[in-house]
């Protein structure tokens, strides 16, 4: 079974400044890779995905992930962060085989500062 | 194209009375999912459709929870009786295939159990 570890519930930073999200997960088998952004009172956003290839990934509104499998992480980047990036962020993994179901984190609340 | 449509937004029950949850998917999508997310928490996941069939129901407490997705395209999840930790956003989200497309999650329903 797959789990996801998110290490920071909160991540508070200043308008324009860089910020990661870091996420870390266990699997036994190969897997899929994923970010979704929730922002108050709405559903879940997909940010980006990692399912195979070039482990640097690119997202919209300017995010990006590196899948790192030696340490089993997928951490979130983005260089200059903005008001509207405000929102809960989760990490989710899922297998490549059987149901394919995704197993999320707890979720890293970013909160940008002016 | 429409997104996935959940209805109602909000809902405010005692403990011990059911309720009922409506998620119309996106058309074409053949996989349907229902999530429970209570807060502070990520999303877990309840019940997988595949089509009109059930794929992954492992985690649906089928004493009180029940789901079922009619012709394959709506789907109605059910409670009953509720209890007060049943209070959660119920999100449903639907693919048109595996992982590789990518879910497309509802709005949600908050559901307040008092």
């Known amino acids: 079974a797959q789990s996801v570890t998110q290490l920071d519930s909160q991540v508070p930073v200043f308008e324009e400044a860089p910020v990661e999200l870091r996420c870390n997960y266990s699997?036994?088998?190969?897997?899929?890779l994923f970010w979704y952004v929730q922002y108050p009172n709405q559903g879940l956003q997909l940010l980006l995905k990692?399912?195979?290839?070039?482990?640097l990934v690119k997202g919209i509104n300017g995010f990006e992930a590196e899948f790192n499998k030696s340490q089993t992480s997928f951490h979130l980047r983005k260089p200059s962060v903005h008001i509207s990036d405000t929102a809960e962020y989760f990490c989710?993994?899922?297998?490549?085989?059987?149901?394919?179901?995704?197993?999320f984190g707890q979720g890293t609340r970013l909160t940008i500062n002016p | 194209e429409a997104g996935v449509a959940q209805s109602p937004r909000y809902k405010i029950i005692e403990k011990r009375q059911s309720v009922a949850f409506w998620c119309n998917p996106i058309?074409?999508?053949?996989?349907l999912y229902w999530y429970q997310q209570i807060l502070g928490q990520g999303p877990k996941l309840l019940i997988q459709?595949?089509?009109?069939?059930?794929?992954?129901d492992s985690q649906l407490p089928k004493d009180r929870f029940s789901a079922e997705r009619l012709k394959g395209v709506d789907s109605t999840l059910k409670i009953q009786p509720a209890k007060l930790e049943d209070s959660a956003v119920y999100l449903c989200?639907?693919?048109?295939?595996?992982?590789?497309?990518?879910?497309?999650f509802g709005s949600g329903t908050r559901l307040t159990v008092v």
């Open positions: 989200a639907s693919s048109p295939g595996g992982l590789n497309y990518g879910y497309t």
């Open positions: 699997s036994s088998v190969s897997v899929y």
């Open positions: 990692y399912l195979s290839g070039s482990t």
């Open positions: 989710a993994v899922s297998d490549h085989q059987g149901a394919q179901k995704l197993v």
């Open positions: 058309s074409g999508h053949a996989t």
């Open positions: 459709f595949q089509n009109n069939g059930v794929v992954d």
